[in-house]
């Protein structure tokens, strides 16, 4: 078998160009950065974090750090724990809980042991802005193209290889057409919607001990985080995850989720109706969830364009999304550098 061309190696001025700021993206850019390689991540966002996003709220006269995207995360994988480790050494992550609970619509909450899940203080986008550090990042700018006509450019500026860290309908808007389908991209492109909806509140008025729980049945809400124990400050915050077919629905105007979420809330915790939110807001996640993962942890052609993710493994997850990052960095460096 003849092996490839070794590419020209990166230069500042030519570095390895990622596009898109979650785990996935910023743990691709920390390996080949740990090994030297000039990288520049490009990100619409104010900050890195992608999904694992926070929004500060003030609740009891303290402004607290609420995630509105992910929850918490696990730990399988011993890479991923080396970095897990090192977050919960420096006191940026701890572990949560090992107890989610089930509720479903007719029935009291019932608690489901499991491993532990994680969780961070300052919010979970906190620790992809340590894994970050030292990386040069552009933000509030949004990728029109990549082009591969003579040679790689990204937005018309050379890159000696492009990373795609975003979901597959994204990444293949991005692309050329026989590139995004050489990658594989036609077949993700099919992604659940989700709509976060946060309220805060003087006094908690919900059963103490639940952490989190899955809804079971309801056609409105699929996930419940009790963010005060998240953070571990008692805070009275609840973040709800809609259901996709509720989402869809509303995306247009993610506002009308507010009173039928509520309205749920006191349903499923039993409070009958819900007392009045000092505040409450919303986030409409379009591309929440894959619904066909790819079994293989990253894409990287020929041409150094390289795709990774939460779809890219075999579950969705932060610990899939970093491992797919990593690794795909670990494929570019042996590539790139010979």
Request: proline letters at 8%; a negative charge; glycine letters at 12%.
């Amino acid at each position: 078998m003849t092996s490839l061309p070794a590419p020209a190696p990166p230069t500042p001025d030519r570095p390895v160009v990622v596009v898109g700021g979650g785990i996935a993206g910023v743990a691709c850019a920390r390996r080949l950065t740990d090994a030297g390689v000039p990288v520049r991540i490009v990100d619409r966002g104010r900050q890195v974090g992608g999904r694992m996003a926070v929004r500060h709220e003030e609740v009891g006269g303290v402004v607290r750090a609420v995630d509105i995207g992910a929850s918490y995360f696990t730990v399988k994988d011993e890479r991923f724990a080396a970095v897990a480790d090192s977050w919960r050494e420096r006191g940026l992550a701890r572990v949560w809980t090992p107890t989610l609970h089930v509720i479903s619509t007719d029935g009291a909450p019932e608690p489901k042991p499991g491993v532990d899940r994680w969780a961070a203080a300052d919010g979970l986008q906190s620790l992809v802005a340590d894994l970050a550090a030292g990386i040069p990042v552009t933000h509030g700018v949004e990728v029109e193209e990549v082009d591969l006509a003579d040679g790689l450019l990204v937005d018309g500026e050379p890159a000696a290889a492009v990373v795609l860290a975003m979901p597959e309908p994204q990444a293949y808007d991005l692309l050329p057409e026989p590139v995004a389908e050489s990658l594989g991209l036609g077949r993700g492109l099919d992604w659940s919607p989700t709509i976060a909806v946060w309220a805060t509140w003087d006094e908690r008025w919900w059963a103490a001990d639940l952490d989190g729980a899955f809804v079971d049945g309801s056609p409105v809400i699929s996930w419940i985080a009790d963010d005060g124990r998240r953070r571990g400050d008692g805070a009275a915050v609840l973040v709800v995850h809609v259901t996709g077919v509720f989402a869809a629905a509303r995306l247009d105007d993610p506002a009308s989720a507010v009173a039928p979420v509520l309205a749920e809330l006191g349903t499923l915790l039993g409070a009958g109706t819900v007392p009045a939110p000092t505040a409450v807001k919303v986030h409409r996640w379009s591309l929440a969830s894959p619904r066909h993962p790819h079994p293989a942890p990253f894409a990287l052609g020929d041409d150094l364009v390289g795709v990774c993710g939460d779809a890219w493994g075999p579950q969705a997850r932060i610990e899939q999304a970093w491992l797919s990052g990593h690794l795909l960095g670990e494929a570019l460096l042996a590539r790139v550098t010979g």
